[in-house]
């Protein structure tokens, strides 16, 4: 069996290293000839760490997280220490162990964009923006949030099947600017979606991320920046007085992230067996709606279609769908309540943060929701008996 698989980040690295290392032929296709600092908080949750072993122990870089202070719309704010390892990755860092792996399990990798693909006599024909053309048996799209291949495989995502996050990555001279071991999260007012800062080896990601069209990205950067200016002021100065998006110490970023609406959970079909394709990671929609949180379901997802083309048993629909589906689509369904809806009369993440502080169940909920321990399925359940107790 040749595979062809359309973008080289932790999805499509991960599902060639697998393929590769049970006697498929893959190639694996990116636009970028090197791994770059793609848009991206970079976050791997304790779940990701604890499952995917060579995120834990591979080469690369990490920082590791010993406090999340998670600051509500109002300025209160509460922080919980992670029970276990929580990691920000510089995704230069990430994405290039997870090709490397890829490259030693046997995979070819080929720099190049893929312009168009067509199905002939039961083959795929996939031709570069360079001209170049190869055939192969099963076509894999993991080429992101803004997935070319996606609508020619006739999927297609709506404007509210997104979230827009942007950010910068700011460096500074003085290590003392920040502490490194600790990540920021800020809820909003109103708005579903938070800003965050976390730290890297050698900068912070600022960034923020709200449903698409819900805030101009004029508005999400002075919201954004008013953030920086507490933290870093001499930096957020910088960044006002430049013209350019991007200044010594800031570099700009913007970016689409999926987050599915219930109903378009409820079509999602992301392959087809008779005709040999199917899409993982971001390409197929799987990011938490609620969070933004993508590297462990594109890793997920290509473990899972490795499953399904190795045995030629398993269906790759049933399979996702039982594993994180169900789950993604309660997120989905709880995304309202969970940004604009009330408890006991506060916004709910006010609540959240406020009963956190006072009560260890809700801090341990809040703590296990962070680590991706917590499902959405029994979340309302978990937090409705700490309810109760309080
Ligand atoms: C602002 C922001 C913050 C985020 N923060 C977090 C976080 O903290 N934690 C977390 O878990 N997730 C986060 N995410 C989500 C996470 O970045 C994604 O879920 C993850 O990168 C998905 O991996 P992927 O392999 O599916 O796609 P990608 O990593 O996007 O990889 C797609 C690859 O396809 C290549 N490609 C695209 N088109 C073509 C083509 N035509 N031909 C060849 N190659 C092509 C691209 O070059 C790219 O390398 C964030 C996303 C954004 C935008």
Request: hydrophobic share 40%.
């Amino acid at each position: 069996m040749k595979v062809a698989i359309v973008g080289a980040g932790p999805a499509g690295a991960h599902l060639a290293a697998l393929l590769s290392q049970n006697g498929c032929e893959v190639l694996l296709f990116d636009a970028r000839e090197k791994p770059w600092e793609k848009p991206c908080g970079g976050g791997v949750t304790t779940k990701a760490l604890r499952e995917f072993e060579f995120l834990q122990n591979g080469d690369s870089e990490k920082q590791l997280v010993s406090t999340v202070r998670v600051i509500g719309a109002s300025g209160r704010e509460v922080s919980v220490q992670p029970k276990s390892d929580f990691a920000i990755y510089s995704r230069a860092e990430l994405d290039r162990l997870m090709r490397e792996r890829a490259v030693k399990a046997g995979a070819e990798f080929v720099c190049a964009r893929v312009a168009r693909i067509a199905r002939e006599a039961g083959k795929w024909e996939l031709r570069m923006q360079d001209g170049r053309e190869f055939v192969c048996d099963f076509l894999v799209g993991a080429d992101g949030a803004t997935s070319k291949l996606r609508p020619k495989l006739g999927i297609e995502f709506k404007p509210r099947d997104f979230i827009y996050g942007l950010g910068w990555h700011i460096k500074t001279e003085n290590p003392a600017d920040w502490d490194a071991s600790r990540v920021d999260i800020k809820y909003l007012t109103s708005s579903a979606g938070y800003i965050w800062a976390f730290p890297r080896a050698d900068h912070i990601s600022y960034g923020i991320a709200v449903k698409y069209q819900e805030r101009t990205p004029a508005q999400l950067k002075a919201e954004l920046l008013d953030f920086i200016e507490a933290q870093l002021p001499h930096i957020a100065r910088e960044i006002k007085a430049s013209t350019h998006h991007s200044t010594a110490h800031a570099t700009f970023y913007g970016a689409m992230i999926p987050s599915l609406v219930v109903e378009s959970w409820d079509v999602l079909k992301v392959s087809d067996a008779a005709q040999h394709w199917a899409l993982i990671g971001d390409a197929a929609g799987f990011v938490d709606p609620i969070t933004g949180e993508g590297i462990y379901y594109a890793i997920k997802s290509a473990e899972l279609l490795a499953q399904a083309i190795l045995t030629r048993t398993k269906d790759y629909e049933g399979l996702w769908r039982a594993e994180f589906g169900a789950d993604l689509r309660r997120a989905a369904e709880m995304l309202d309540r969970f940004y604009y809806g009330k408890f006991l009369g506060q916004p709910f993440t006010e609540r959240l943060i406020q009963f956190a502080r006072h009560h260890r169940g809700v801090r341990d909920t809040l703590n296990d929701l962070i680590a991706g321990d917590q499902d959405y399925l029994s979340l309302k359940r978990r937090l409705f008996r700490n309810a109760l107790k309080i």
